[in-house]
Nanobody
Framework: QVQLVEFGGGLVQAGGSLRLSCAAS????????MGWFRQAPGKEREFVAG????????YYADPVKGRFTISRDNDKNTVYLQMNSLKPEDTAVYYC??????????????????????WGQGTQVTVSS
């Protein structure tokens, strides 16, 4: 069992930055792929960024490439999402998710929320124009 808790959401002006953190409990963090997803009001949940267990491979959705950076610290059981140059369209509840990562399954696999087993409660990010 893995429990995930997100931190760092808030209100920021367009062009600003935020760093989200997701702290994981349990001893399986270092063997888990981690993902960040978001859901805006009236929209479906969408993939934002993902990182494999070693941290050596990362994935990004096109709308955030070049602006967001995902990273992890396996010693601290924490995954981060650094968000720069924020836009009003980035406003959403951001969720982190975990998935046991025993072998590589292809890029598409890590972008699909249905493949993740554990989810945090979410943290609100609001970007004002």
């Amino acid at each position: 069992q893995v429990q995930l808790v997100e931190f760092g959401g808030g209100l920021v002006q367009a062009g600003g930055s935020l760093r989200l953190s997701c702290a994981a409990s349990g001893r399986t963090f270092s063997s888990s792929a981690m993902g960040w997803f978001r859901q805006a009001p009236g929209k479906e949940r969408e993939f934002v960024a993902g990182i494999r267990r070693s941290g050596g491979t990362t994935y990004y959705a096109d709308p955030v490439k070049g602006r967001f950076t995902i990273s992890r610290d396996n010693d601290k059981n924490t995954v981060y999402l650094q968000m720069n140059s924020l836009k009003p369209e980035d406003t959403a509840v951001y969720y982190c998710a975990a998935k046991s990562d025993t072998y590589y399954r292809g890029t598409y696999y890590y972008t699909q929320g249905s493949n993740y087993d554990y989810w945090g409660q979410g943290t609100q990010v609001t970007v004002s124009s």
